[in-house]
Protein backbone atom coordinates (compact mmCIF):
# COMPACT_ATOMS: atom_id res chain seq x y z
CA UNK A 1 0.00 0.00 0.00
CA UNK A 2 1.17 3.48 -1.04
CA UNK A 3 0.26 6.91 0.29
CA UNK A 4 0.63 10.08 -1.44
CA UNK A 5 -0.12 13.51 0.30
CA UNK A 6 -0.17 16.27 -1.54
CA UNK A 7 -1.73 19.93 -1.47
CA UNK A 8 0.08 21.78 1.30
CA UNK A 9 1.66 24.99 1.08
CA UNK A 10 2.30 28.50 2.49
CA UNK A 11 -1.17 30.65 3.35
CA UNK A 12 -2.26 33.69 5.62
CA UNK A 13 -4.27 33.33 8.30
CA UNK A 14 -8.14 32.74 7.07
CA UNK A 15 -7.48 31.09 4.08
CA UNK A 16 -8.38 27.26 2.95
CA UNK A 17 -6.12 24.65 1.89
CA UNK A 18 -7.47 21.02 0.39
CA UNK A 19 -5.05 18.35 1.14
CA UNK A 20 -5.12 15.54 -1.16
CA UNK A 21 -3.97 11.86 -0.42
CA UNK A 22 -4.05 9.55 -3.16
CA UNK A 23 -3.90 5.38 -2.79
CA UNK A 24 -2.46 2.39 -4.60
CA UNK A 25 -2.66 -1.27 -3.67
CA UNK A 26 -5.57 -0.98 -1.33
CA UNK A 27 -9.07 0.66 -1.45
CA UNK A 28 -10.40 3.51 0.46
CA UNK A 29 -13.81 2.53 1.00
CA UNK A 30 -13.38 -0.63 3.22
CA UNK A 31 -11.16 0.90 5.91
CA UNK A 32 -11.10 3.58 7.98
CA UNK A 33 -9.05 6.63 6.94
CA UNK A 34 -7.12 9.68 8.50
CA UNK A 35 -5.73 13.22 9.07
CA UNK A 36 -3.11 13.50 11.17
CA UNK A 37 -0.72 16.01 12.24
CA UNK A 38 2.86 16.79 14.03
CA UNK A 39 3.73 20.70 14.78
CA UNK A 40 7.45 20.92 15.12
CA UNK A 41 8.89 19.48 18.79
CA UNK A 42 5.56 17.96 19.26
CA UNK A 43 3.82 14.59 19.07
CA UNK A 44 1.30 13.48 16.21
CA UNK A 45 -2.23 14.73 16.22
CA UNK A 46 -5.16 13.63 15.30
CA UNK A 47 -7.31 15.44 13.23
CA UNK A 48 -9.88 13.74 11.06
CA UNK A 49 -11.11 10.55 10.19
CA UNK A 50 -13.87 8.49 7.87
CA UNK A 51 -14.53 5.22 8.47
CA UNK A 52 -15.76 2.38 6.47
CA UNK A 53 -19.45 3.40 6.51
CA UNK A 54 -18.26 6.86 5.51
CA UNK A 55 -19.16 7.98 8.71
CA UNK A 56 -16.79 11.61 10.03
CA UNK A 57 -15.29 12.33 13.10
CA UNK A 58 -12.83 15.25 14.17
CA UNK A 59 -10.29 16.54 16.67
CA UNK A 60 -12.34 19.53 18.60
CA UNK A 61 -9.29 22.25 17.49
CA UNK A 62 -10.31 21.82 13.60
CA UNK A 63 -14.49 20.74 14.16
CA UNK A 64 -16.41 23.26 11.90
CA UNK A 65 -13.15 24.45 10.09
CA UNK A 66 -12.07 20.94 8.23
CA UNK A 67 -13.81 18.66 6.21
CA UNK A 68 -12.71 15.13 5.37
CA UNK A 69 -14.30 13.28 2.59
CA UNK A 70 -12.81 10.33 0.28
CA UNK A 71 -13.43 9.62 -3.61
CA UNK A 72 -13.66 6.10 -3.58
CA UNK A 73 -13.95 6.07 -7.72
CA UNK A 74 -10.29 7.94 -7.47
CA UNK A 75 -9.04 6.41 -4.05
CA UNK A 76 -8.13 9.43 -2.93
CA UNK A 77 -8.76 10.87 0.71
CA UNK A 78 -8.98 14.86 1.09
CA UNK A 79 -9.19 17.49 4.05
CA UNK A 80 -10.36 20.39 3.22
CA UNK A 81 -9.52 23.33 5.61
CA UNK A 82 -10.98 26.36 5.77
CA UNK A 83 -10.04 29.51 8.20
CA UNK A 84 -6.81 28.28 8.79
CA UNK A 85 -5.27 29.87 11.88
CA UNK A 86 -1.03 29.39 12.41
CA UNK A 87 -1.48 26.96 15.20
CA UNK A 88 -2.50 24.34 11.92
CA UNK A 89 1.03 25.34 11.21
CA UNK A 90 2.60 21.34 10.56
CA UNK A 91 3.06 18.49 8.56
CA UNK A 92 -0.05 16.66 7.78
CA UNK A 93 0.23 12.84 7.56
CA UNK A 94 -3.09 10.53 5.54
CA UNK A 95 -3.37 7.46 7.15
CA UNK A 96 -5.12 3.72 6.70
CA UNK A 97 -6.18 1.87 9.52
CA UNK A 98 -7.63 -1.74 8.46
CA UNK A 99 -7.41 -2.32 12.45
CA UNK A 100 -8.92 0.72 13.24
CA UNK A 101 -12.13 0.57 15.43
CA UNK A 102 -14.67 3.61 17.54
CA UNK A 103 -12.19 3.39 20.41
CA UNK A 104 -9.07 3.99 18.45
CA UNK A 105 -9.92 6.53 15.64
CA UNK A 106 -7.73 9.10 17.29
CA UNK A 107 -4.56 7.18 17.99
CA UNK A 108 -2.06 7.23 15.60
CA UNK A 109 -0.88 3.86 16.45
CA UNK A 110 -3.82 2.12 15.27
CA UNK A 111 -3.10 3.20 11.71
CA UNK A 112 -0.93 0.75 9.52
CA UNK A 113 -0.17 2.37 6.60
CA UNK A 114 1.07 5.99 6.12
CA UNK A 115 1.93 8.83 3.27
CA UNK A 116 4.55 10.96 3.14
CA UNK A 117 3.26 13.95 4.33
CA UNK A 118 2.94 17.90 3.65
CA UNK A 119 3.98 20.77 4.92
CA UNK A 120 1.18 23.40 5.89
CA UNK A 121 2.93 26.80 7.24
CA UNK A 122 -0.36 29.34 8.46
CA UNK A 123 1.42 33.04 8.72
CA UNK A 124 -0.42 35.55 11.17
Known amino acids: VQLQASGGGLVQAGASLRLSCAAS????????TGWFRQAPGKGREFVATINRSGGTGYADSVKGRFTISRDNAKNTLYLQMNSLRPEDTAVYYC???????????????????WGQGTLVTVSS
Open 25 to 32: GRTFNRVA
Open 95 to 113: ALGPSVIQSNVANHAAYSY
